[in-house]
């Protein structure tokens, strides 16, 4: 019975993954695309591992937190929220999570 309860826990949590992941496409798609496919104002391209690694390196909550309420660095600009004010922070996140899944 413990095997089995710790199977579908673990069952849940992946799903709950490819959920965050595929509505962090979504956002991406609609909002984050634009930007980060030809690397407009220093955006790191989705797939370039070389761009990510130290914003990665920095960790999840920074670059979400980056990622909402905006960042300027070396190697360029984020606006807040990608210019895209109505998105919610849980959809931000996403899209930085599904980003970085991608970029490794």
């Not at 956002?27 to 220093?42: I, N």
């Not at 914003?55 to 300027?72: F, L, N, P, S």
């Amino acid at each position: 019975m413990r095997k089995l309860l710790f199977v579908g826990s673990a069952l849940a949590i992946v799903l709950a993954s490819f959920n965050v992941i595929a509505d962090g496409k979504a956002t991406y798609d609609a909002s984050c695309a634009a930007c980060h496919v030809a690397g407009v104002a220093g955006a790191p391209k989705v797939g370039d591992s070389a761009a990510w690694k130290d914003r990665v390196a920095q960790g999840m909550d920074t670059m979400v937190e980056h990622a909402i309420k905006g960042y300027q660095g070396k190697a360029g600009y984020m606006p807040p929220k990608g210019g895209f004010a109505n998105l919610s922070d849980d959809q931000v996140k996403e899209a930085v999570a599904y980003m970085v899944e991608n970029s490794k």
